[in-house]
């Protein structure tokens, strides 16, 4: 596919706990995006910290990093027209609080820090970070 077509989502390790990956799964599908790659895993410290360095010098990345390794997570390459920007509006503001009604930090969220989701923020990004978690064989 064409670039603006992928995205790479992460549900957390607060929604993997809850049991929130049907549910937020259901939405992504209902939301038109189709599953190119998935796999449940978990962060190792080194991981969480190369994937997160961009947030290196920001005072949150320590608690980050510890977070992101403290339980599993499912890691997804998720494909449709306008990828990064449609499902950036399906997750909502990072903070549960400020999120829309119907999108997934609303309604599976518990905070600004436990936000269920991760969405890539641009295309190049979404490029990378899907290289990190799939090599080209996972890949449909």
Known sequence: MSKGNKTLTMIKPDAVENNNIGGILKMINEA?????????????????SQFYAVHKERPFYNDLVS??????IV???????NAVEDFRKLIGATNPANAEAGTIRKVYAESIERNAVHGSDSDDNA????????SSLERS
């Open 32 to 48: 038109g995006f189709r599953i190119n790659a998935m796999k449940y895993t978990r962060l190792t410290q080194a991981q969480a």
């Open 67 to 72: 977070f992101m390794t403290s339980g599993p």
């Open 75 to 81: 890691a997804a390459i998720l494909e449709k027209d």
């Open 127 to 134: 490029r990378i970070e899907g290289d990190f978690f799939f």
